[in-house]
């Protein structure tokens, strides 16, 4: 079946740096959504792309949607201590029309005052 | 809008009981999904519906799953009877495709451990 494959599988860095991670796919999506997971709560979209090459910040998050089609990356900028969390990358195969998002593995950041 | 609703947040149960989880999609979703998150295996997708229509359980575990959406605004999955491995965070999510409007909204999840 479809498959995301997201990394780094964990990070752990110091407040202020900045912070880098991806996905890729077997396949290609019409769609990139980046979500965060806070301890003990649901995870909660970030960012969303639609359209190949897209380029989207949010405050200090920038995510892309990869030319390709098969990749996407989120970077944060200047890391602060509320940044720890898991961050889930997820997409829509074009050939889904159900709106099912496949999920990647999840980034678990833990940032050091 | 509240988002989606789940309950309860915890529950403990005794393996061999049945359990039933809750959740209230957002109003106008159409879309909702049921997942399953373990340290061991990330999110799992156990079942989605469609205009309350399952549309695909390939992800329920086994028989003693099973998940119904009587109406557009209530969903639940019960496991009878239940195991210590089913111990997990159970999230429900709905969305509204077809409008440009990918993401999901997950609810804050369920809590279960089976002792």
């Known amino acids: 079946g479809q498959q995301l494959n997201q990394s780094p599988q964990s990070m752990f860095i110091q407040e202020g740096e900045d912070v880098s991670m991806n996905c890729t796919s077997s396949s290609i999506f019409n769609t990139w959504l980046w979500y965060k997971q806070d301890p003990g709560e649901g995870p909660v979209l970030l960012i969303a792309?639609?359209?190949?090459?897209e380029l989207t910040s949010n405050g200090r998050l920038t995510a892309q949607f990869g030319i390709t089609r098969k990749d996407s990356f989120l970077n944060i900028s200047a890391s602060i201590p509320s940044d720890v969390g898991i961050y889930f990358c997820a997409g829509q195969s074009v050939v889904s029309n159900t709106g099912k998002l496949i999920f990647g593995q999840g980034t678990t950041l833990q940032v050091k005052p | 809008d509240a988002g989606v609703i789940q309950s309860p947040r915890h529950e403990v149960t005794e393996m061999g009981q049945e359990v039933t989880l809750r959740c209230k999609p957002i109003s106008g979703h159409n879309s909702l999904f049921w997942y399953r998150q373990t340290m061991m295996r990330g999110l799992e997708l156990l079942i989605y519906?469609?205009?309350?229509?399952?549309?695909?359980d390939s992800g329920m575990p086994e028989d003693r799953f099973s998940a119904k959406m009587p109406n557009a605004s209530f969903s639940t999955l019960k496991i009878q009877p239940s195991e210590p491995r089913d111990s997990a965070v159970y999230f429900c999510?709905?969305?509204?495709?077809?409008?440009?409007?990918?993401?999901?909204?997950f609810g804050s999840g369920t809590r279960l451990t089976v002792v």
């Open positions: 999510a709905s969305s509204k495709p077809g409008t440009g409007e990918y993401g999901y909204t």
């Open positions: 792309l639609y359209k190949a090459g």
């Open positions: 519906f469609n205009n309350n229509v399952p549309i695909d």
